[in-house]
């Protein structure tokens, strides 16, 4: 089949599927209806599916809900129409789906990571929001996909209808890797672990977006600067006690708590690269004449690569600790994810500078991008490329109604398109080049 007639013959399907998944969102370790959906298309279409603990080191996930969480979440989940016999593979939040596919010719191994979780983030109803006027907004209070991944999901299913519909004229094996938790950094590692990656020629990702001002058709052929990142929850305890008549007696968690996410905004930034640091979320208290006993915080650092990062968390573990000690109280750090920096190989560019010439909707090619950002795809790439793989992250060109993790995030649906051909065609020169 030409990668013409493909594409048009499916473009449709591609757009409804990228609503259904945006209609219900779920966030990281809770996407149990989405795993089983992504499950079921790709059973149909022949793959071997592995769920659960045959798709991800359980010890190795990270920010995992407690318990009480993912009870009521696999309650919801059934409620939905997920068969027992499904959820019982997933239980624990053990989501997310890997797909294999062998052609039992000789041929390159390609893998390809495609994430799946959402954000808990309210989406917005307004009518220049396309989701709401097109009456396909998130049905979940407080969950949306506010950054494409629920394009991303529909991308991996298209291009593994490619694979399955040309697989006479293909060669080698395919992975595809459905990643949970991709927000927060808490589940490429999970599946890195597992061993997925270990024997991988090339591998390949992307994003939707990211940059604001880009146009249909426009495609990153590598991308660098991922900032490595660490994610942590802190808690501070102290003692209550009468704000009236025994303030003495108290030791105030919320002044500790106050203090240490001022400072911890002041650390000084480094001079060998780009850091950040973000207190996100601050709760303290249970009335106003008593002596707050407790307050949570969660937070993040960046750092344009690993050491950098490690600098900022070491400067921010330090100032929790004086902050908590100023005050009497105890302090907790537990780390929930953990991301490392990357960067493309620039073998890619050549391969997608060739491509832009077949393609009628490629209409350019960005040899050479940065993120700024973080993205959980870092260990994945790392991994591929220690055992002498090669791995790129693309990026695909979209106007955007608002930045990512924005409640009114949209992107123009042509973009599903353009991605899938972009992979295809770029599987199809890799198996090429391997002759």
Known sequence: MKMESF????????????????????????????TY??????????????????????????????????????????????????MERMKGGHTGVVATFDTGKKGPHIAMRYDIDALPIKESDKKQH?????????????????????????????????LKQNSEGLTGRYTLLFQPAEEGSRGAKSMVEMGWLDDVDYFLSGHIGIHSGRSIGQVSATTSEFLATTKCDVTFKGLS???????????????????????????????????????????????????????????????????????MMKEAERI????????????????????????????????????????????????RDVIGASEDVAYMMERVQQIGGQATYLIFGTPLANGHHHSEFDYLEDVLAVAVDTLARTIVHLQEKEV
Request: hydrophobic share 35%; charged share 25%.
């Open 130 to 162: 396309q989701p709401a006027q097109k009456g396909f907004n998130s049905q979940r209070e407080g969950q949306m996909h506010a950054c494409g991944h629920d394009g991303h999901t529909t991308i991996g299913l298209g291009i593994a209808t490619f």
């Open 241 to 311: 006690a009468h704000a009236g008549k025994e303030p003495e007696k108290g030791r105030n968690a919320l002044l500790a708590a106050s203090s240490a996410a001022l400072h911890l905004h002041g650390i000084p930034r480094h001079g060998d690269g780009k850091t950040r640091i973000n207190v996100g979320t601050l709760n303290a208290g249970t009335g106003r004449n008593i002596v707050p006993d407790h307050a949570a915080m969660q937070l993040e650092t960046r750092g344009a690569i690993t050491e950098l990062n490690e600098y």
């Open 320 to 367: 929790i600790l004086a902050s908590s000690a100023m005050y009497g109280v105890e302090a907790n750090i537990q780390i929930v994810g953990q991301g490392i920096d990357a960067a493309s190989d620039e073998s890619f560019i050549p391969i997608l500078e060739h491509i832009v010439k077949e393609s009628p909707i490629i209409q350019s090619v960005i040899p």
């Open 7 to 34: 594409i048009e013959q499916n473009k449709d399907q591609w757009i409804d599927w990228r609503r259904q998944f945006h209609q219900y969102p779920e966030v990281g370790w809770t996407e149990y209806v989405t």
């Open 37 to 86: 959906r992504i499950a079921k298309v790709l059973t149909e279409l022949g793959y071997i599916t592995h769920i659960g603990k045959e798709a991800l080191v359980s010890d190795e996930r990270m920010g995992v809900p407690s318990e009480d969480v993912l009870r009521k979440e696999e309650e919801r989940a059934r409620a939905e129409g997920v068969p027992e016999s499904f």
